[in-house]
């Protein structure tokens, strides 16, 4: 039987145990560099258990000395947050024990991202909003930053893109922000105010004032002020009498009236009737009825409590330059 080379020069130690005659047990110490090794992750694991979250223990674990700061807003008496003196939410320093929820919430507001856009805000938050709307940086940070808030909290109702949502029913419809005709009107301290403060978009019903025949010919002169095909002159010139208790709202010629929120009749933009997606003109006819009868009520809910002035500000950029104005 072979010997290992190292048994011929005795080199290596055995445990002194003999099997068979010549089976002998090596007693090989562990190699230096695994024992410390072995060593390193002993100490690793207890500086581990002293900085992080280790060992359960009851119904909670042990939370390590490590922290992690990041800022929240303060929350005033009424449970509402706190705001300073221009508006924004006043911050305070939260620290938590060591845990991934308050890493994601640091990262979130010092990554460089996150500075770029601290140092972006600061940058357009003394512009005017044509400044912004006329530098191609600017306009490119409102727009980045305008898209991820519409998103989060617009395009639900109003559409990813803006483009808004006809439906069969009007009451259901929601306004396209995307074209060029504005219901209220396109200044930016306008639009600033309806995402402040919401919308109340209201007429009131003629159901009881025109019915019948009335009610129809008045419908086919609402028709023929956007040039609709199908319309039966006769009978739009019997209901343009009876547009006289609209004018008031409508303006005479059906204009509209951005100080009202009264949209214009005479383009082939439809905020809220399905005109443009009617089968045919007598499907247009009744949706027309069905609003002179029944009046309309929109609501958009106000923002002013949910986004900051600065979020606001550049929303209105966004949505403005949406309609391509
Ligand atoms: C719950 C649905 C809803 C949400 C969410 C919503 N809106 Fe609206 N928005 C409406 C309705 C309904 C109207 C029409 C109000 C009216 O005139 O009757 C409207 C109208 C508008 C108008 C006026 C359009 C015009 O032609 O004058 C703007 C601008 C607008 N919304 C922007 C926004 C922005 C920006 C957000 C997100 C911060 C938003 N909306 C979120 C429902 C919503
Ligand atoms: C008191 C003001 C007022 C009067 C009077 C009024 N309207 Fe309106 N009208 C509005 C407002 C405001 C809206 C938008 C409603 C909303 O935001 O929900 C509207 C919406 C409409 C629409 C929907 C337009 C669209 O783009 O989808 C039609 C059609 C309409 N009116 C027709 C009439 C006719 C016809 C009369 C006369 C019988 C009339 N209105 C009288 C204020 C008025």
Redesign the pocket.
């Known amino acids: 039987m072979s010997q290992s080379p190292e048994n011929k020069k005795g080199q290596v130690e055995t445990t002194g145990h003999v099997w068979d005659g010549d089976l002998r047990e090596y007693n090989n110490p562990l190699p230096r560099w695994w024992l410390w090794g072995f060593y390193g992750t002993i100490i690793f694991a207890i500086v581990y258990w002293i900085l992080y979250p280790a060992w359960p223990y009851a119904d909670t674990y042990t939370k390590g000395i490590s922290t992690v700061s990041f800022q929240v807003p303060v929350i005033g008496p009424d449970g509402k947050p706190e705001k300073d003196s221009d508006g924004n939410a006043k911050m305070e320093t939260k620290t938590e024990h060591w845990n991934a929820r308050a890493l994601f919430h640091q990262e979130m507001q010092t990554s460089p991202s996150a500075l770029a856009q601290k140092e972006w805000l600061a940058k357009v938050k003394d512009m005017s909003f044509e400044q912004i709307a006329a530098n191609p940086d600017t306009l490119n940070f409102a727009r980045s930053m305008g898209h991820g808030l519409f998103g989060d909290h617009c395009a639900a109702c109003h559409g990813t893109g803006g483009q808004g949502h006809l439906s069969k029913n009007?009451?259901g419809?929601y306004p396209n922000l995307a074209d060029n005709a504005w219901?209220h009107g396109d200044s930016y301290e306008k639009i600033v105010s309806e995402i402040t403060n919401g919308?109340q978009?209201?007429?009131?019903a003629?159901g009881a004032?025109?019915k019948g025949e009335k009610l129809t010919d008045?419908?086919q002169?609402?028709l023929s002020l956007s040039h609709q095909s199908g319309v039966n002159e006769e009978a739009a010139n019997r209901g343009k009498a009876?547009?006289a208790?609209?004018a008031?709202?409508?303006g005479a010629n059906g204009m509209g009236n951005q100080a009202?929120?009264?949209?214009?009749?005479t383009d082939q933009?439809?905020?809220?009737?399905d005109?443009p997606g009617s089968k045919n003109y007598d499907e247009k006819l009744k949706l027309?009825e069905g609003?002179?009868a029944n009046g309309?009520?929109?609501q958009m809910p106000k923002f002013g409590d949910r986004l900051s002035p600065e979020q606001i500000r550049l929303l209105a950029v966004y949505v403005r330059q949406l309609g391509g104005t």
């Open positions: 009007p009451e419809s219901i919308i978009g209201n007429m009131p003629f004032l025109y008045l419908a002169y609402v009876s547009f208790t609209c008031g709202c409508h009202i929120g009264a949209p214009n009749l933009a439809w905020a809220f009737v005109v027309v609003v002179i309309l009520q929109h």
